[in-house]
Nanobody, 116 residues
């Protein structure tokens, strides 16, 4: 079955960095684009970054452009999100997401808290 397992979240001070990982299994990872979403308390889930199946093209929400970088390692079936210059407003649960065969799959999420 499809599994998406995020890791790498934690507590970080403003201006700090974190690298999130999402280990995928149960489908041919290299054949599909992947996405990172986040959901802050009391807010709707929002799209943060997307990446094509080969990694050749990426897109970002305006709020994270220039600070976050999405990447993937198809040999490891793993998606990454490098987050730099973190701000308190980046505090959220971060999810990786995949859509296949008309079904949307989510990981369990990893908490990122940016606070001094």
């Amino acid at each position: 079955q499809v599994q998406l397992v995020e890791s790498g979240g934690g507590l970080v001070q403003p201006g700090g960095s974190l690298r999130l990982s999402c280990a995928a299994s149960g489908f041919t990872f290299s054949n599909y684009g992947m996405n990172w979403y986040r959901q802050a308390p009391g807010k709707e889930r929002e799209l943060v970054a997307t990446i094509r199946r080969t990694g050749s093209r990426t897109n970002y929400a305006d709020s994270v452009k220039g600070r976050f970088a999405i990447s993937r390692d198809n040999t490891k079936s793993t998606l990454y999100l490098q987050m730099n210059s973190l701000k308190p407003e980046d505090t959220a649960v971060y999810y990786c997401q995949w859509s296949g065969s008309g079904v949307i799959y989510w990981g369990q999420g990893t908490q990122v808290t940016v606070s001094s």
